[in-house]
Nanobody, 124 residues
């Protein structure tokens, strides 16, 4: 059983930066694909970014490219999401999730374990 706990969300202003953290317990963190997803009110959960176990393969949704950076520290079982130049469109609950294998890493249904989520609200 894998437990994921996110932190770092909050209320920020347009143009601000925020770093989210996801700490994993149990499982084999260093071999898991990790993803950040978000869900805005009234919308489906969507992939933001994902990274493989070694950090060699990464995916970014188009709207966050050049603004968000995913990284991981396998020694600390920790996943990060650095978010820069935030806009109100980034307002959502952000979730980290884990899965085995690199295939279909953009699909929420492929992830076996999820954190409880952390709210990020960007005011204009």
């Amino acid at each position: 059983q894998v437990q994921l706990v996110e932190s770092g969300g909050g209320l920020v202003h347009t143009g601000d930066s925020v770093r989210l953290t996801c700490v994993a317990a149990g499982g084999t963190f260093s071999s898991d694909v990790m993803g950040w997803f978000r869900q805005a009110p009234g919308k489906e959960r969507e992939i933001v970014t994902a990274i493989d176990g070694t950090g060699g393969i990464m995916y970014y949704e188009d709207s966050v490219k050049d603004r968000f950076t995913i990284s991981r520290d396998n020694a600390k079982n920790t996943l990060y999401l650095q978010m820069n130049n935030l806009t109100p469109e980034d307002t959502a609950i952000y979730y980290c999730a884990s899965k085995h294998g690199i295939e279909r890493l953009t699909e929420p249904g492929q992830y076996a374990y999820w954190g409880q989520g952390t709210q990020v609200t960007v005011s204009s």
